[in-house]
Nanobody, 120 residues
Framework: QVQLVESGGALVQPGGSLRLSCAAS????????MGWFRQAPGKEREFVAA????????AYTSSVKGRFTISRDNAKNTVWLQMNSLNAEDTAVYYC?????????????WGQGTQVTVSS
């Protein structure tokens, strides 16, 4: 089993940037496909990005392509989500997830989430 802890969420102005981190413990991260999801108030949780076990393949939802970048360092057991050109629609709780399948999931382990608020 793997435990995931997200960090890096904050209040940021429109157009700003944030980098979210997801630290894993319990098992080596290299076993897992990793993903980021988000849930905005009153909405269902949605997929944001995913990265394969070795970082060779990535996937993004269309609304973040070109603005967000997912990356990982298995030696550090950490996954990051670099978010640029943030806008109000990016406001949500962001969750890190791990799975043993493809970029499309399923994802079996989840963190507790970190709040990102984009507002002036």
């Amino acid at each position: 089993q793997v435990q995931l802890v997200e960090s890096g969420g904050a209040l940021v102005q429109p157009g700003g940037s944030l980098r979210l981190s997801c630290a894993a413990s319990g098992r080596t991260l290299s076993w897992y496909t990793m993903g980021w999801f988000r849930q905005a108030p009153g909405k269902e949780r949605e997929f944001v990005a995913a990265i394969s076990w070795n970082g060779g393949n990535t996937a993004y939802t269309s609304s973040v392509k070109g603005r967000f970048t997912i990356s990982r360092d298995n030696a550090k057991n950490t996954v990051w989500l670099q978010m640029n050109s943030l806008n109000a629609e990016d406001t949500a709780v962001y969750y890190c997830a791990a799975g043993r399948s493809s970029l499309a999931g399923p994802f079996d382990y989840w963190g507790q989430g970190t709040q990102v608020t984009v507002s002036s």
